[in-house]
């Protein structure tokens, strides 16, 4: 079966850190676009990182850049979200998305990844 789970989601306060993990299971990550985005009650899902190993191509949302980082881990079928100095604003389910062949696309739509986990939340307070 092929699929995506997310794992690693949780509560913390402000200023910590999570470490997010996107497995996937039926297929490797190799030669396939990897996302993050995250999305609040009601409101659209945005993108947040991305990181290709097909073109090389990356993303990262302004938001949080210079706090979050992907990685990609040398079993081929998962990627990591590590997320530091979190805020109360990134607070938001976050969900992993795969493509084959794809590279990270500039506006970051999400017609453009095929694979999708159900997601795992995030909620950062005090």
């Known amino acids: 079966q092929v699929q995506l789970v997310e794992s690693g989601g949780g509560l913390v306060q402000p200023g910590g850190s999570l470490r997010l993990s996107c497995s996937a299971s039926g297929f490797t990550l190799d030669n396939h676009a990897v996302g993050w985005f995250r999305q609040a009650p009601g409101k659209d899902r945005e993108a947040v990182i991305c990181?290709?190993?097909?073109?090389?191509?990356?993303f990262i949302a302004d938001s949080v850049k210079g706090r979050f980082t992907i990685s990609r881990d040398s079993d081929r079928r998962t990627v990591y979200l590590q997320m530091n100095n979190l805020k109360p604003e990134d607070t938001d389910r976050y969900y992993c998305a795969a493509e084959y062949l794809g590279g990270c696309p500039r506006r970051m739509n999400l017609a453009e990844f095929g694979y999708w986990g159900q997601g795992t939340q995030v909620t950062v307070s005090s």
């Open positions: 990181t290709s190993s097909s073109d090389g191509s990356r």
